[in-house]
């Protein structure tokens, strides 16, 4: 009987084992660090494994050899002690010292990666529910950067591309071999920035700023997500980083500048078909994630904007909730994150899609002379 | 023994009314088993939504609600009732007293669980459905749940009583309702462990207290605690809410170690070793677990200062904590073993409790956790020590004292199975989480990039192979109460402590007058 | 089970505690309802306290006549004293949440928002002090550096918070006067010692709810004024419910003791009372050093 206990017990192990051997061409340690933090990471990672298999190889064998040897089932008699000083000196004295040994390098690392000083350029990362911003503010331009999957793929009716749920349109860029210094804040929620690769994981605190850095090793496409729960989308809200050499970063750098300057507004009145067009632009990237894609959103939490009394009351009601939005509820405040035109042109949209005919037309000015 | 207790109500009214600890233990732990399912069925849907990449039968929003109903419920309605129930049942039995020194607030305490348990299963069901911010209940995002937030305030409130008037009861139980002869170096572990746990719970469950009503009435009442416009933070809440939540998981594991402690010299029939080493071990722990609490924020970007200290501190643990499991091994060592089904659970416990201790002295170490921070491999080692730590533990005293309870043996076959089952599937379920975390798997999606699918299908499989073994367990307990080879006083032959020297069914009147102790 | 004073003192099936939680899920669920503006709200939480406060004095008048008719021997009355003492303790430990909160914003958030590029990035201008900056061109303080956040002035330490230290000073020394004329079985000092205890600390609610007043009306310091007007009335706000708690004991305590209950040699009752008593008083003094005085 005891000895069928035992093969069951191998059994459970073997089957373990197995399953993780099966799976042998999976990842079944840290991603490949790309910066000189993250393989500090890595490698205060394996030696702390290595140092835990040699404590589990002595706690684990002793157990077992005692279970194998000192049964009843074998005629073991059981002795009769119940302490013994020197041993329990020893068994409290050396975890102290293996402890300290652990504790060393990762005292060394952990200053390592605090220390931000002597970088050469900041981007400043913003979290909102639930996308990122990225803003370089020595370069005078930002730009949100949203997940890019397609609908379809995570409702199942698509086939999933490669990087699934680890794309997006914008991606933050960075040139290779600078020490960067990222600054940190969020809008709404706490988020927070993982980039496996290099080794950061940093919440953004609404209302503070933190910092981290990165010097990116080699040019590449790296790939994280948000890691802190942060709503409905948390699990929707991807961080690609592109590292370029600097003269593509520099030619990177000038199309955005360009890119900022034309999107910049241009105080131009437009018709109510235009603004309409544009605004079914906007309404899909920054409102449809709630109000979803028909208006219908999602009651209670998600007021639906089709046939809301406020998308069909007076204007200025509309144009105040979506600058400011509405404090202590899911609802931003685009003000600060869209331009007067796009904020024009999805107010415009809403009033008069769906079945909603509030028939007016908002203009740009009429958001600029909101602002006031 | 007659006296007294004629015109006692029978029927519902009979466990209503209750002053008797028997009874009253058996309120706790079958609450706490329905609570178990409830969650359980709960991390049933997570699995299911995780079987697949893509989002097949929850939407993000309910995927969000069932992530933090099942922890809140598991440790607030599962696990933590559970332990108070082998209190309740035990305490009195194993240091000779007639019964807890207040038994109409123990019946307090446990009847005010299903008011709490009503207010958070009913929050399912009001606009805007359960919370949906984790159950760590982190402001900003707290702010923005509906009506659920503050019925789950509320229930936390009510929670927070039940454990502090049950703590005030087996502190003064232990204190002054000994028996003769019974001195504090004299008691069983199992007390020991609840004496210093219910320390912990009534220093933390007021702090717990007041961060939810700071929470509350920030979202009602103008206050700016958790805002950084109002001079606030909400970092701040996380520290008030881990002062609490750190000594929170050692409340679910020092009853444990008491239970595993109890059981392995039984049936090692050996004196357990370190008697004196594992009462200040348990000590230590508890100071401890109080000065550790920033090792869940480690990525908040708290000064570098704070976040040596909390490392270090937290490391620290592992020498204790260690000296446990050297000394159950220890017990064990040149013992005279048999595997019923509590010593095979008990083994399970000290294998995989230890595993789920390794994974936390990696995550403690700060630029390690800096990668593994909110991944599943925070994930795996919480249900490592949770799981098959603290439920583990409860599986292995429910077997042990079940013959004590209802007066019968529960069937050992199915006992076995149970464990096995339980052993393969738990495993099967937790372990690829660990390469999940590594790999870089967020916890509390819904849904995951590619690279994760093969390990989330294990997962999810083990997981449902885990969670059908439970109703062996269900089955197992009812047979058990039903029928069954006769128990006689001493089931256990190693067994060694009070309750066994009455019979079995324990009468519902122990001890009316206290036994001696040499 | 028995009213034998050899052995422990076990009581019937009580339905008082099941009471007790229907009255809180009435209370906690019209609470709910009220903040979240759903009709009935007010009216459930009424029924709630009524239940309560039927449960209070159906169980409380229970233990009472179990112990004047005797049956609770030392042991019992050990008990009473031990669950009392760590009752406290775990209050002790609720005050310590709102003391921590205060402490963190002092010492550490304020300080953070003012600097750095916290300060820089987010809240440009904005100088951390404590209690407040100075709004421009007023004499008021601002606490927290958002936009919109109220004016106010801060409640000076040595106008009623002084005179209410003195009260309750006082207050700690005549119930003690009180307890020593229990002791000494000298019923008057008891009873004039207590009616002088309720005396100040009514006039303790009394004040205090004027400086609420004043506050709300003349100062400008609200609950909404940033954190340190949460830090202060929460903590001053939880304080004065605790000395109405007490206050109550206390009332009760003189019931008691005009009815003629307690002996020199047990009266865990008026003890009990008196510890709490002690604690607010504890409590208080380190309002009036940290949230009023420094
Ligand atoms: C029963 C509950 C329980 C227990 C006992 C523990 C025990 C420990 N935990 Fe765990 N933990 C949780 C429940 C528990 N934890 C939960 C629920 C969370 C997540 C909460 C959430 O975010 O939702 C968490 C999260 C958590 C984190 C944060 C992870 C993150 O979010 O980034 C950390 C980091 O330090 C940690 C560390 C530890 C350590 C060091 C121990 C130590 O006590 C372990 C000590 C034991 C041993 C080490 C094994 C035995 C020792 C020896 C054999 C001696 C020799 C060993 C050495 C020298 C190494 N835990
Ligand atoms: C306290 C103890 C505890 C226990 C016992 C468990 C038990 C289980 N937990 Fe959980 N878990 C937590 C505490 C616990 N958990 C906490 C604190 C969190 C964090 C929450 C947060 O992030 O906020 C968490 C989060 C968590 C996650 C991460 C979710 C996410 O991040 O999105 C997952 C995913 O796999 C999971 C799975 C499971 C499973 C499969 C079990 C199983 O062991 C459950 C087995 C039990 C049953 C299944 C019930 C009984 C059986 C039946 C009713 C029969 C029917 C069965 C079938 C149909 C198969 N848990
Ligand atoms: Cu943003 Cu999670
Ligand atoms: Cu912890």
């Known amino acids: 009987m005891m000895s069928s206990l035992i093969k069951k017990l191998g059994g459970g192990f073997v089957l373990a084992m197995y399953s993780m051997l099966a799976n042998a061409d999976y990842a079944l340690n840290l991603q490949k660090p790309e910066s000189a933090i993250a393989d500090q990471i890595f490698n205060l990672h394996t030696i702390t494994m290595w140092i835990i298999v040699g404590i589990a190889v002595v706690v684990y064998g002793a157990m077992f050899y005692s279970i194998l040897k000192h049964r009843k089932s074998v005629g073991h008699k059981a002795a009769n002690f119940h302490h013994n000083t020197m041993v329990e000196i020893v068994w409290t004295t050396i975890p102290f010292i293996i402890l300290i040994a652990m504790a060393y390098p990762a005292t060394k690392t952990i200053l390592a990666m605090r220390d931000t000083s002597a970088s050469v350029m900041t981007i400043k990362v913003t979290g909102y529910q639930w996308k990122w911003e990225y803003d370089y503010p020595q370069e005078g331009f930002k730009f949100m950067s949203v997940l890019s999957t397609p609908r379809d793929q995570i409702e199942n009716k698509a086939a999933k591309g490669e990087n699934y749920l680890l794309e997006v349109d914008n991606p933050m860029v960075a040139p290779v071999g600078k020490k960067i210094r990222l600054l940190f804040a969020a809008n709404d929620v706490i988020h927070s920035w993982w980039l496996p690769a290099f080794g950061i994981k940093q919440d953004a605190i609404p209302g503070f700023i933190k910092d981290s850095w990165f010097t990116a090793d080699k040019v590449g496409t790296y790939r994280g997500q948000c890691a802190e729960l942060c709503g409905k989308d948390h699990g929707f809200m991807p961080i690609v980083v592109e590292v370029k050499e600097q003269a593509d970063y520099d030619k990177w750098v000038v199309e955005q500048k360009a890119k900022a300057a034309a999107s910049k507004d241009t105080g131009k009145d437009y018709s109510l078909a235009e603004l309409s067009q544009m605004g079914e632009k906007v309404y899909a990237t920054n409102c449809a994630g709630c109000h979803q894609a028909k208006g219908e959103g999602m009651p209670p939490v998600f007021p639906a904007l089709a046939g809301s009394k406020v998308v069909n009351g007076p204007k200025e009601a509309q144009i105040h909730i979506v600058m400011n939005g509405k404090p202590g509820t899911a609802m931003p405040a685009f003000g600060n994150q869209l331009s007067d035109t796009d904020i024009a042109a999805v107010i415009t949209f809403t009033r008069n899609a769906w079945g909603n005919k509030a028939g007016d037309v908002i203009q740009a000015s009429e958001i600029k002379a909101s602002r006031k | 023994m007659e006296h007294g207790h004629d015109h006692h109500p029978s029927g519902i009214m009979r466990w209503v009314k209750t002053t008797n600890h028997k009874d009253i233990g058996t309120l706790y732990l079958l609450f706490s088993l329905v609570m178990f399912f409830f969650a359980g069925i709960l991390a049933m849907c997570i699995r299911l939504e995780l079987f697949q990449p893509g989002l097949q039968f929850f939407q993000p929003g309910t995927f969000n609600q069932l992530t933090t109903m099942h922890g809140l419920i598991m440790v607030f309605g599962a696990i933590m009732p559970a332990f108070v129930g082998f209190a309740n049942w035990q305490v009195p039995l194993m240091i000779g007293a007639p019964d807890m020194a207040l038994p109409r607030l123990n019946n307090w305490s446990f009847w005010l669980l299903p008011v709490a348990a009503t207010l958070l299963v009913a929050s399912f069901f009001v606009p805007g459905g359960a919370i949906a911010g984790g159950w760590t209940l982190y402001p900003p995002l707290y702010m923005q749940q509906g009506i659920s937030g503050d019925m789950t305030i509320f229930a936390i409130h009510i929670l927070g009583m039940s454990s502090i008037l049950g703590s005030i009861n087996i502190i003064t139980t232990i204190m002054n309702m000994r028996a003769p002869g019974m001195t504090y170096m004299k008691m069983p572990l199992f007390v020991w462990t609840w004496f210093i746990t219910a320390y912990l719970l009534i220093a933390v469950m007021p702090v717990l207290a007041g961060a939810v009503t700071m929470m509350l009435t920030d979202r009602h009442f103008d206050t700016h605690f958790f805002n950084a416009a109002g001079g606030g933070d909400p970092v701040m809440f996380q520290h008030i809410f881990w002062f609490f939540g750190h000594p929170e998981v050692y409340i679910m594991i020092l009853p444990a170690f008491g239970i595993i402690s109890t059981i392995i010299p039984t049936f090692a029939r050996k004196p357990l070793f370190g008697y004196s080493s594992m009462v200040y071990a348990t000590a230590s722990i508890a100071i401890l677990s109080l000065l550790v609490w920033a090792h869940h924020m480690f990525t908040v970007g708290m000064p570098t200062a704070a976040q040596l200290f909390f490392m270090y501190a937290t490391m620290l643990i592992a020498v204790p904590t260690g000296v446990k499991v050297f000394n159950w091994i220890a017990t064990m060592w040149q013992g005279s073993m048999t595997f019923e089904t509590p010593m095979l659970f008990a083994i399970g416990f000290v294998a995989l409790f230890t595993l789920g201790g390794f994974t936390g002295i990696v995550l403690a170490i700060v630029p390690v956790d800096i990668a593994l921070q909110d991944s599943y491999y925070v994930v795996a080692h919480f249900h490592y020590v949770l799981v098959s730590g603290s439920l583990f533990a409860i599986f292995a005293g429910a077997y042990y004292w079940l013959p004590k309870w209802t007066g019968h043996m529960y069937n050992e076959t199915l006992g076995k199975w149970h464990f096995w089952l339980s052993m393969v599937g738990f495993n099967v379920a937790f372990f690829p989480q660990h390469f999940l975390g590594l790999a870089g798997m967020p916890r509390r999606i819904p849904d995951y990039a590619l690279q994760f699918a093969d390990f989330n299908m294990i997962s999810s499989l083990g997981a449902f192979l885990f969670g059908a073994t439970q109703l062996l367990f269900v089955i197992v307990v009812i047979k058990c109460i039903r029928g069954g080879a006769k128990a006689g006083n001493k089931p256990w032959e190693g067994a060694d402590t009070l309750e066994w020297t009455v019979p079995s069914p324990a009468p519902y009147h122990t001890f009316a007058t206290p036994p001696t102790v040499k | ?294």
């Open chain 3, 1 to 294: 089970m028995s009213g034998n004073k050899d052995s422990y003192y076990l009581p019937e099936p009580s339905i008082w505690p099941i009471v007790g939680s229907l009255a809180l899920l009435f209370l906690a669920g019209g609470f709910v309802m009220k903040i979240n503006n759903i009709s009935m709200g007010g009216m459930t939480m009424l029924v709630g306290a009524a239940v309560l406060l039927v449960m209070l004095f159906g169980w409380f008048g229970q233990v009472i006549r179990e112990s004047e008719s005797g049956m609770y021997n030392k042991q019992v009355d050990r008990s009473y004293r031990l669950s009392m003492s760590w009752f406290i303790f775990s209050e002790v430990l609720f005050f310590a949440a709102f003391f921590g909160a205060l402490f963190y914003a002092r010492v550490l958030s304020v300080p953070w928002l003012g600097s750095s590029d916290t300060m820089e990035q987010l809240w440009p201008h904005f100088v951390a002090a404590w209690p407040g900056t100075v709004a421009p061109g007023t004499d008021q303080l601002v606490s927290g550096p958002g936009a919109n956040m109220p004016k106010f002035s801060p409640m000076s330490a040595w106008g009623i918070p002084a005179i209410n230290t003195l009260i309750l000073l006082t207050s700690g020394a005549t119930l003690t006067w009180a307890h020593w004329g229990l002791l000494k079985n000298n019923r008057t000092q008891l009873i004039v010692g207590l009616i002088v205890t309720i005396i100040l600390a009514l006039s303790f609610i009394g004040l205090q709810a004027f400086e609420y007043h004043h506050a709300y009306t003349e100062l400008g310091l609200t609950l909404g004024a940033g954190i340190y007007g949460a830090t202060f009335f929460m903590l001053t706000g939880f304080h004065g419910f605790h000395v109405m708690l007490g206050t109550t004991m206390l009332i009760v305590m003189l019931i008691r003791s005009i009815k003629g209950h307690f002996k020199p040699d047990s009266h865990f009752g008026f003890e009990g009372a008196a510890w709490y008593w002690h604690f607010v008083d504890v409590v208080w003094l380190g309002l009036f050093v940290f949230v009023y005085w420094l």
